[in-house]
């Protein structure tokens, strides 16, 4: 039973270009959160999804962010027009039900 | 009322001995207290979780106290290990109604176990 899959697992985008992280959940599991950790800090939350649905995204910045959890396929996390300060590392968890469990290796994003 | 407070920011234990590290929550909804342990380059990865109803939950060498009353948790490492040696994360949340899944993480721990 594979874990949280997360790819790319490093991303290398310039000011101004659009990122995408994707996330394949643990199989069985229809919950998915993202996480955005910054050097040294703890993580924070962002979004949370059911399948097709948006559950909680009161920790996603107003503009430039969007996450979706379709139907069939993993979970994007969009980033537009990426600036410096999106530099962090994005962690994708997953669960049947409840709090997240288990989290993915993570993507790191470096914003030139 | 959403922070969840972690210290000691790093912890230096000697190979066998115990390493403490504390949290405490503002929150009286939150009803689920995990914790994460993350190596270097990794994902956070979940080590043992407790729920209010208890006091003390024990996994091998893990350990978390709860103290619902002053909104404490902690992690007790027995006998601690070089391989422990890692940023432990405690955490904070809702399982039943309101934001499901939604956790607070404490800013993490760094634990170094000297041989």
């Known amino acids: 039973n594979a874990g949280v899959m997360q790819n790319p697992r490093h991303l290398v985008r310039r000011r101004g270009q659009e990122a995408r992280l994707r996330c394949s959940p643990m199989?069985?599991?229809?919950?998915v959160y993202w996480y955005r950790q910054l050097p040294e800090e703890g993580l924070k939350f962002m979004v949370y999804?059911?399948?097709?649905?948006?559950?909680?995204e009161s920790g996603m910045p107003k503009e430039r962010f969007s996450a979706e959890f379709p139907k069939e396929g993993p979970s994007i996390l969009r980033i537009q027009q990426v600036v410096r300060g999106d530099s962090a590392a994005y962690f994708c968890?997953?669960?049947?039900?409840?709090?997240?469990?288990?989290f993915g290796p993570g993507t790191r994003l470096t914003v030139l | 009322q959403q922070q969840v407070k972690q210290s000691p920011q790093s912890l230096i234990v000697q190979k066998g001995g115990i390493s403490i590290i504390n949290c405490a929550y503002e929150?009286?909804?939150?009803?689920?207290f995990p914790w994460y342990q993350q190596f270097p380059g990794k994902g956070p990865a979940l080590l043992i979780a407790?729920?209010?109803?208890?006091s003390e939950k024990k996994e091998g060498r893990f350990t978390i106290s709860f103290n619902k009353s002053a909104k404490q948790f902690s992690l007790h490492i027995m006998d601690s290990q070089p391989g422990d040696s890692a940023t432990y994360f405690c955490?904070?949340?809702?399982?039943?109604?309101?934001?499901?899944?939604?956790?607070?993480f404490g800013k993490g721990t760094k634990l170094s176990v000297k041989p």
């Open positions: 968890a997953s669960s049947h039900s409840g709090a997240a469990g288990f």
């Open positions: 199989k069985g599991h229809s919950h």
């Open positions: 999804l059911q399948k097709e649905n948006i559950i909680d």
């Open positions: 929150n009286t909804a939150f009803d689920y």
């Open positions: 407790i729920r209010p109803d208890v």
């Open positions: 955490a904070a949340g809702r399982l039943l109604g309101g934001s499901q899944g939604n956790l607070i």
